[in-house]
């Protein structure tokens, strides 16, 4: 007879509709007969707003699932809630705007027994409305895929993410509370992972869909989320890299800032391209200013003039 393995499905959601259809697209998951699934949900709003529309679309669910309150506004409080949370062999992550696919968890747990990795992430596609740029569509700037640096994956994301819990590399550690506000808190997670030993692998076939709101269809809003990303990366380096090695870093990241601004020149009647390259080189901008030791600015749980929707970083 087989063994049981045990997955917990984590979602971490503040003042989202959409975590209704990911809920249900977690209900159609194809799994083996040795795989046993609960569903997490934290929500990390002041006051539990999610629970009756989490009780509500769980009502006939086929697998259990259990509701947290985790106050409030800081994703870091959340995630951690969930590692508090769980109880199985296996911990997967996604966001509560996505979907996933019916055999998304299979391909997970195939890949982490395959590679025998600490943690396995899959890809996650942007969905694009019809009035997105032509620009944005064509470079797919919304996706999130793996970055792969001389051969191996050295750090991650949670919108996509199975974590092996029976792994100390994954488990001594707990997102960073300091981080979640401004985001990065995952970089940050997953770099240590890595270097704690973790193995970490990608699994293809593993999807997750992502439709992408109004409000992020701009390249102000990922020009941001760009210089954020490079801050965070260049706050981990400056970790190791001080005086000399520091200055290296820098100039490092300027160099790769001025080829990417200079190729957006080059590439000037290539919208995609063009845009492409200059968001490239703000990430590179980003990792000065980290390592010169400027803070992340606040982005989570801000609650815009609608009050819908607050989970925006």
Known sequence: MSTIRNVDICVCTFRRREIEDTLRSLATLRLPE?????????????????????????????HPVTYVHAPARNISIARNACLENCTGDYAAFIDDDETVSPDWLNELLAVAERERADVVLGPVYAVYGENVPGWMR??????????????????????????????????????????????GEDTDFFTRVHEAGGRIAYAPGAKVHEPVPRQRASFSWLAKRRFRMGQTHGRL?????????????????????????????????????????????IMHAGVIVGLM???????????PASGERGNEA
Not at 35 to 59: F, H
Not at 266 to 277: G, I, K, Q, T
Not at 293 to 303: H, K, L, M, S, T
């Open 34 to 62: 040795d795989v046993a699934m609960r569903v997490i949900v934290v929500d990390n709003d002041v006051m539990p707003s999610a629970r009756g529309r989490v009780e509500q679309i769980t009502r006939d669910f086929p």
């Open 293 to 303: 030791g400027v803070r992340e600015i606040g982005q989570y749980g801000a609650i």
């Open 138 to 183: 064509s470079a797919d700037t919304h996706s999130t895929f793996p970055v792969w640096v001389k051969g191996a994956i050295r750090t991650g994301y949670t919108c996509n993410v199975l974590l092996d819990l029976r792994s100390p590399a994954v488990t001594r550690h707990r997102f960073d509370l300091s981080l979640g506000r401004s985001g």
């Open 237 to 281: 380096l400056a970790e190791k890299a001080h005086g000399v090695r520091q200055l290296r870093q820098m100039a490092l990241a300027g160099a790769k800032a001025g080829y990417c601004f200079g190729f957006a020149g080059v590439a000037v009647l290539l919208p995609a391209r063009r845009n492409a390259s200059v968001l490239r080189g």
